[in-house]
């Protein structure tokens, strides 16, 4: 089995977006910059915000943080997502999940400006993705694990692949993603009877279920291509994905480890987003 090590191709793209921002500067005189909003005190989402802002400063852009607190009124997120979506100085805006249980994710995300949705949750961003010529952005882990496969040489025209989970953010788009590069796709969900055999048909198999080593070694066909997107905690309370890795073993032809696979990769399609965006705006300028 080959391990796909996430972090070290992470670390090629971001050269690549690192001089996509230098390019910017010197022709618009100006540094790309993401804005994200942090709403509570919730732990994980503290480590995520401080990765994203490491990773934008070490890309050459400018990364500004607005922490809220727990209580904030949805009314008064929303004020703050639409002054942001008329600053010119803001290229990307990213809300970050979970939000407080009286503020609606929906809302929020509807809130944001299409132009400026680095996430690529807005609903018309979305439906972008079924015509995706058109398209500014690409949602970050699903781009990110595209990213993976056309690295390693992963050519997924004409294979079975499944995908464990339909969440709005991993699933249905990872699944569009794989459509359009002509893999015959089945998405399967929490209620899907009889799961292993969807998964041990799959010639490559992404998991999004967010269960620690939910997928066996029973589950996986000999030579898959195996996509862990899940990060969870096992019962030593050591970081683990969806899949069982040392039961699996060498069982699968390629594996994404956790940490270290996918999750790099997410950050990494998040700026290349951010300076997409700034480059539309640029472009919109010049157009009117």
Known sequence: MKIIDGKAIAAEHREGTAKRVAEFVSKYGRTPKLTVIKVGNDPASAVYVRNKKIACEAAGMLSDVIEMPE????STLLSKIAELNGDASVD???????LPRHISERAVIKAISPSKDVDCFHPQNAGLLFNLDEATFLPCTPAGVMELLRHEGIDVCGKNAVVVGRSNIVGKP???????????VTVC?????????????????VLAVGKAKFVTADMVKDGAVIIDVGMN?????KLCGDADFADIGDKASYMTPVPGGVGPMTIT??????????FAAEERKIGK
């Open 233 to 237: 905690r096992d019962e030593n309370g």
């Open 174 to 184: 990872m699944a569009l993603l794989l459509l359009a590069e002509n893999a015959t």
């Open 269 to 278: 399609m998040l700026l290349a987003n951010t300076i997409s965006a700034a």
């Open 189 to 205: 969900h929490s209620r899907t009877k009889n799961l292993a055999e969807y998964t041990r048909n799959a010639d490559i198999l």
């Open 92 to 98: 990307g805006i990213l809300v970050q999940l979970p």
């Open 71 to 74: 209580e904030t009124a949805e």
